[in-house]
């Protein structure tokens, strides 16, 4: 088996979640899965092996569930970024349009030193409005993202475009006309 | 330095926050320090070596921090507790009192295999009421909770007596008579 079909055969489907018309990856199913759940971590190592990167930034909540594991085998610090008033310090945030409505992210500021390389980690990319998002708020922390990374991405969604000058990387792409959005 | 001073040393302190008169522990100041961070993981290791534990229960969203590194380390299920309406298959959940109103947690049902002994993993234990509902959710999606882990503890809110019977294991406490509730 194929590694692309390994990891595709581990990510359910869940059809109108969050709402009608969405269909939602679901990595929860690659996390029961130890040997996928490893997979992923170590394909991780394999993609940054040997990059400048100072520091992993961890996206609230499913990014920290791959951050964490890649941080701590390579001794990395692990930044968290996190929805508005979940971090105790002093902070620098930014916010974002959705769909509906806007949404706030924040980092703290002591945490990024200047000039750090900073991984970004998420578990899935769609519009890339969220890892902009936190691309913008670490330059203005005063670091700077080398690489972004995602188990899934889903490109027709636009997150490329959003992240036009980064270095991207995912582990897995759907191309799918069966969303309704 | 003895390992209690080493970890204490790391977790920063930030008073009146979430509001006036909380001290709170931060992990996040454990995070960003890879040698304190891998040493927690490590003493996970540590303390659940040779115990006969099927399958991690991660409460989002800080216990994915240590809960992620040590399932993926051990090569073990991964299961996460969120927020109600955050997992997208079909959930079991449970309700609990909050100091001011109520909170709901759910885990994927199909997720937890009978007869599973399953390490419970927060970051912080304070009253225990969410860690109680983890609990009694993972009996009822047909799982046993073998063990509870927790990076801090603070008994004097009574989280000892809320998860009574329970194995839980924290690798500092803090007993503060300076906290105004």
Redesign the interface.
């Known amino acids: 088996m194929d590694d692309r079909t390994f990891l595709d055969d581990a990510i359910?489907r869940?059809p109108d979640?969050?709402k009608p018309g969405i269909l939602?990856y679901?990595i929860?199913s690659v996390?029961?899965?130890?040997?996928v759940?490893?997979f992923c971590?170590d394909k991780m190592h394999q993609l940054y092996d040997g990059e400048a990167i100072d520091?992993v930034v961890?996206i609230?909540?499913r990014g920290?569930?791959?951050a964490?594991?890649f941080?701590?085998?390579n001794?990395?610090?692990?930044?968290?970024i996190?929805k508005a008033?979940?971090?105790?310090?002093p902070t620098v945030g930014r916010s974002f349009e959705l769909e509906y409505g806007r949404d706030t992210i924040e980092i703290?500021a002591g945490?990024v030193r200047r000039g750090w390389n900073v991984l970004l980690v998420d578990d899935l990319l769609a519009t890339g409005g969220t890892a902009r998002a936190a691309v913008d708020l670490i330059d203005e922390a005063g670091g700077s993202v080398r690489a972004v990374f995602a188990v899934i991405g889903l490109p027709f969604l636009g997150y490329r475009e959003a992240l036009k000058g980064a270095d991207v990387r995912t582990l897995i792409e759907y191309e799918s006309e069966s969303v309704v959005r």
């Open positions: 359910r869940v979640f969050p939602f679901d929860t996390l029961s899965r130890p040997d759940f490893r971590i520091a961890a609230e909540a920290f569930l791959f964490a594991p941080a701590a085998e001794r990395l610090p692990l930044l968290p996190r008033g979940k971090l105790p310090g703290h945490d």
